[in-house]
């Protein structure tokens, strides 16, 4: 294919995006659109590298994986060996052995598949993770390895290349319209939902090659040339391209259902660009040397902007000033140079090439098989740290993960079932069963389950503690996150509102993680009443520390007085709270309990259960209370409201 610099121009356009959305994310709502320009050029690209081939009987599988070979794993080897070494003197051990995780997903390419199981992208620890944005190479190498077999199988065939390729564009489209409301988070991360956005760049491929007779369609073939072939509107079609760009960067947020018909905008602006040619209005400042210089490196500077800003999140435990988020991006931009002039080029365009892929295949496998060591080692907290009593500390939180929370907080009670699109066919009959005198009634999702161990110590006798919570559902007359996957938080509501009106609680105890004050709680009240429930209490936020409890206090507070801590905390969940205490604070039909009015004042938030010592913490992770933090909560807070004690 001749090379066209308006291509790498619009590269720099992508990245630019992209940067400017993860270090500006306010300001700049939809630059992660960018990924999605990306994925239209490597769509036109690689599908005019394959085309060409096929047409001129030199098609080599084995030469076309050491081309990708040579271009993709020098900078990942760079960006993923760096992230680990910082990792080791700057992540808590959970965090490292995520981190291990996912260098072992980048080095796979199974990074989106990954995430998909972990949470969604927009979620509030996603800038914890150093290298979330690997997600998009593993789908574009995903595709590397599924497109290639299935046109060189259509060639062989005889089948018609553009036919083929409308039919997986085709395809992939449906899935994504068809999957956006029902599973957020798979259709983002899924590939054959993604497909149809390199596809749009195969299309661009076909129908621009000299060699493409268009059997199928034939009828567009002189429309697309004369169009293609007039001035003004190649003009036309840059200027448009250039606007439906904008249009998504500016307009785009993470509240959309995205991809679904919104990818539509940046999708189709880079195929119009692409399709407007060298000479396009737009594209001639596309092919300016800052454009093409930028374009030319976006491939390590994406790889290398993120980690840098997820580090420095890190660190800092809320966001960064704008200053330090600048020289990060400066940063990313030298890191990038120097990768692209001393590691990239060397290995792409030098000698040897042939034993420059055995060893980058080779050292691939190291790097990942190292993640996967790491993760499967608990984050090796126990040869980083050489202060044993942080190293016991490092040791109590990471049980405290996992194992010592599965009775107290009841996860036989949790519809979810591990993996993404999966739920329980059913909970444990025990969760539902009434008591001789009384039955309490605990609804929502894991942030009710923390509740579960201080509610369970203050049942007077004769009382049951029926408890319906599922991670990441939060309680409602329906299931109030369709994008969560398997439909478990719909099924989770249901069985919720069967089992009330067969209850009939004395009390209803009702808790989310957050986003309280978009929930109207006297209607919801009033439904549940109605079924039998004799009295409804929302219990409010508790307070959310980022990256988490643990990492600041080892970080920052070791040894200190832990009695409050406003450092990393959430604001947001501070504001709701305020907002629930104006709203329900009179209410007749219900009662608000607010955790964050005793919990929290002007000099922070309680990071300690009071009167421990050594001091147990709140939470083991962000947000999520410990059974002992549970119990404190229970006994200071609820058993007043509750009890009347």
Known sequence: MKYRPDVDGLRAVAVLSVIAFHAFPTLVHGGFVGVDVFFVISGFLISGIIFSSLHENRF?????????????FPALLVVLSVAYLAGWFLLFAARYAELGKHIAGGAGFISNFVLWREAGYFDFTSDAKPLL??????????????????AWLAWKGRFDLLAVTLVVFLGSMYFNLDRIRRDLIGTFYAPHTRFWELMAGAILAHVSSSRSRWSFLAFA????????????????????????????VLVIDESRHFPGRWAVLPVAGAALIIAAGPEGFFNRWLSSRVMVAIGLISYPLYLWHWPLLSFLRILNGETPPAWARLLAVAAAFALAWATYQFVEKPIRFGSRRRLNVIVLCGLMAAIGITGYYTWQQDGLW??????????????????????????????????????????????APECTTPGTEATWFLWGDSHAQALAPGLTELLPAGTALAQVTTSSCRPGLTSMDPQVPGGRCQRTNSYALEKIRELKPDVLIVAQAGAHSQ????????????????RVVVVGPVPVWLPSLPEIVTSRFWGADLTRVNYGLVADRLEDDAVMRTRYGASSTLTYLSLMASLCDNNGCLASVPGTNPPELFAFDAAHMTPLASRYVADRLLRPALLGQ
């Open 382 to 427: 126990s040869r980083r740290i050489n202060r044993s009593d942080k190293a016991s500390f490092e040791a109590y939180y990471r049980h405290m993960r996992t194992d010592s929370i599965a009775g107290p907080y009841r996860l036989q009670c949790d519809f979810m079932e591990p993996g993404p699109d999966t739920v329980k066919a059913e909970i």
């Open 133 to 150: 944005h690997l997600w998009s190479l593993g789908i574009e190498e995903q595709f590397y390895l599924l497109w290639p077999l299935l």
């Open 60 to 72: 080599s599988f084995r030469d076309f994986y050491a081309r990708r070979i040579r271009r993709i």
């Open 519 to 534: 929930t109207d709680w006297e209607a919801l009240a009033r439904s549940v009443t109605a079924l039998g429930a004799k």
């Open 221 to 248: 073939r002189d429309w697309y040339v004369r169009l293609t072939s007039n001035p003004q509107s190649r003009n036309a079609m840059s200027a448009l391209g250039a606007l439906l760009i904008a249009v998504s």
